[in-house]
């Protein structure tokens, strides 16, 4: 099993009402809080801790951020490579992974970042990749308006050739480093990539000798049917959002036929939905907790300013009893995706925006383990011998103690049932994932 830790660097978990709990540090504008969070982890061998991403302060619910930053529904993100170098200089053996955007950044400033913290934290070095999601983002960006659903993926697809293609730009062995020759390097290992597309237009050679892992490990998240074929195409590890055990099979199915059929081993590319887990001393005690967590700390604003953010379409003019309905799912250009699963696990005929509202946890929904330690082992074990997935994403409803709980509690159930290591044994983040080192793309030689 692959667990991963959902991490956010700013003032609130995905669970919006999370700066609210009684037991969060609120300690996320210091190199310390990030340090904890992987050592933490780390202490139960996560295989990777990766950090979301958003450009934008949530601005579309009522067209103001007023909300957001009011009620503290995300209004503050920090910059990921920072965070990241401070996280990898406290850690040894945990991956280390942050989302950037295939619309709002270049391959050669992303190339360049990556292939630097792969370096830097000796070959722990994973990418997000993520199209974004709205019009706040582009407004950050220059732009109006968020690029059209299929046209992102499209770029996104160069956007990931170039990229890829810049990581490649030296040959393993290009580095001679001979203070008596003197060669430093050797010209003809190094290449130019002379990419030019309809996108984008990037001559190389990237700036860094090949990195440890020699490509970064690429995550996705895709959930439409473009998302899904661009994750088989690309993706080492999916994360997804698939609220209940049957959702979730039918699209492990999906997405693993997918990846078969481009040639590519399904069983090398490891699913993980996200979950929240919710430990109590007994049953009834997790979830009196839950009930803390869930339902009396986030304020319904809270919940539409965030769920207007991924849907990219302003709720604040829809009364709460106002039906989901076909036509509004197919006005919203967010994802779309998310809102079909959540009406599906909510189930009947009518469901309303209240009713999404109140799925107010995280709206990326994914399942939530309540109970004791043993039970929530026990749930895990079902999905993951259920052929819904191969692991967790595991996202917070405080912190750190959401992390501390799974680590000190959970953790040791899996590994005793041998569902989990108990050490790392190698020392890359390929290595944690039992997936390869990819061979240097043939590129012409710059010398
Ligand atoms: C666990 C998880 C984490 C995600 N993190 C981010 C993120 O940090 N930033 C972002 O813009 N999108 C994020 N997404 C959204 C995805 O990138 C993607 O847009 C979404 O799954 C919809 O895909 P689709 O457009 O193919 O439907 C995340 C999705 C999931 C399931």
């Known amino acids: 099993m692959s667990l991963v830790g959902f991490m956010q660097a700013g003032s609130t978990t995905v669970y919006a009402g999370s700066w609210r709990h009684p037991a969060t540090d609120h300690g996320f504008l210091t190199q310390d809080f990030y340090k904890k969070l992987g050592r933490t982890l780390e202490e139960g061998c996560f295989d990777l801790m990766f950090f979301d991403d958003r450009l934008a302060m949530p ?47 270049t391959p050669f400033h992303v190339a360049r970042t990556f292939s630097t913290l ?25 732009l109006e308006e968020h690029l059209g659903h299929d046209d992102r993926y499209d770029r996104a697809d160069e956007f990931l050739e170039a990229t890829t293609g810049l990581w490649d730009t030296w040959e393993d062995d290009a580095l001679v480093l001979d203070r008596s020759t003197p060669i430093f390097a050797d010209p003809t290992k190094v290449h130019e990539l002379r990419h030019e597309g309809k996108w984008f237009k990037v001559r190389g050679p990237l700036t860094l000798p090949r990195s440890p892992q020699g490509r970064p490990v690429l995550l996705q998240a895709g959930s439409s049917g473009r998302g899904r074929d661009f994750a088989a195409r690309w993706a080492e590890l999916i994360f997804t959002g698939d609220p209940d055990i049957n959702i979730a099979r039918s699209h492990y199915k999906d997405q693993k036929t997918r990846i078969g059929e481009l040639g590519r081993d399904p069983a090398t590319v490891k699913m993980l939905p996200m979950a929240y887990t919710v430990v109590g001393e007994s049953r009834a005690h997790a979830e009196e907790r839950e009930r803390l967590f869930l339902d009396e700390l986030v304020d319904p604003a809270a919940s539409l300013t965030l769920l207007s953010e991924l849907m990219n379409y302003d709720f604040s003019g829809l009364q709460l009893d106002s039906p989901i309905t076909d036509e509004l799912i197919g006005s919203v250009s967010g994802i779309r995706g998310l809102v079909q699963n959540l009406r599906q696990h909510i189930g009947g005929d009518n469901v309303t925006l209240a009713d999404l509202a109140g799925h107010r946890a995280t709206l990326l929904q994914g399942p939530r383990f309540v109970g004791t330690a043993t039970e929530i082992a026990d749930q895990m074990e079902e999905w993951f011998h259920g052929d819904a997935c191969d692991g967790f994403v595991i996202a917070a409803t405080h912190v750190p103690g959401a992390y501390e709980d799974m680590v000190r509690l959970v953790v040791p159930q899996l590994q005793r049932r041998g569902l989990f290591r108990d050490r790392y044994t190698g020392t890359t983040l390929r290595d944690h994932l039992g997936i390869s080192r990819p061979e240097a793309a043939p590129l012409g030689s710059a010398g």
């Open 59 to 105: 601005g579309i619910y009522g067209g103001s951020v007023a909300d957001a930053v009011r009620l503290g529904a995300r209004p503050v993100k920090l910059d990921l490579s920072v965070v990241l170098g401070v996280v990898a200089g406290a850690t040894r053996s945990i991956g280390l992974g942050a989302t950037y955007s295939t619309t709002y950044y």
């Open 118 to 142: 792969d370096h830097l934290s000796g070959g722990r070095a994973a990418w997000n990749v993520v199209t974004s999601v709205n019009d706040s983002e582009a407004q950050n960006y220059g």
